[in-house]
């Protein structure tokens, strides 16, 4: 084992840890960092819990005293989380941006699929078993996502003649894309409840990324170059992104 691995490793550390803020109890995700200068906390939205992050050196006592200091932080914020909707039949899911409820047809063949009722409401159609109409939800946004990612970045990659290399899709919450200098773009496939133009908005930023990897002037003028939502987007993720996560999770 590289000397380095053995430095930081904790042998039989626990993953979280207690702490009591009035008469609640709350879990604390523990996640030890090699670049950590100092202890931090955050909330992740959509796993609904507080993590606190230790430096290398950091140990149990310490963060666990942090932890505590903290605790009336920790409910505020938990507390203020918007309210979980799970994939389950009855919830109203906001697939690119339109409300769709999620109606189980149980004896039907297939998967997910979207129809309209002659009333015009959107529904999201989810067939099999009950068990498995979280994951079968899921895996259909994950998919319509990558699709729409895909086809988005394509088209901003040959605008701006760059390359990209893979796409990934996941469930990202300190941000909504990230690009690497050898072409790998990473989104959240939440961004498929939003609408349309913030997904287009959130593809063209890391695209641009292939030509200016950093947050300059130059950068912005890039995606402003290649995007005419850039602000409307912006706006609409300040005001409603973190709502994004509430979907498919349980309180």
Known sequence: MAFRALLY?????????????????????????????????????????AILTMPPRGTLIDAKDFAQR??????????????AEPFQPGTV?????????????????????????????????VAGEGEHIDRRIHDFL??????????????YAETLNVRVKRISIRDQSSRWGSCTSAGSLSFS??????????LDYLAAHEVAHLVEMNHSAKFWKVVAKICGAVERAKTWLDTH??????YGVQD
């Open 241 to 246: 992104g973190n709502d994004l996560h509430r």
């Open 9 to 49: 490793r904790r042998p039989a550390e626990p993953l979280t840890l207690a702490v009591k803020h009035g008469s609640q109890i709350f879990s604390i995700r523990l996640r030890r960092h090699r670049r950590a200068r100092r202890y931090t906390l955050r909330i992740h939205p959509s796993d609904r819990e």
């Open 70 to 83: 903290h605790g009336a932080w920790i409910a505020a914020r938990l507390g203020r989380l918007p309210k």
């Open 189 to 198: 496939w939440r961004l498929i409840l939003a609408p349309p133009y913030v």
């Open 142 to 155: 994950k998919r319509e996502a990558r699709k729409d990612l895909q086809k988005a970045s394509q088209y």
């Open 93 to 125: 899911v906001p697939l690119r941006g339109t409300p769709h409820r999620i109606v189980h047809r149980a004896g039907v063949r297939g998967t997910v699929w979207t129809e309209t009722r002659d009333s015009g409401d959107k529904i999201l159609c």
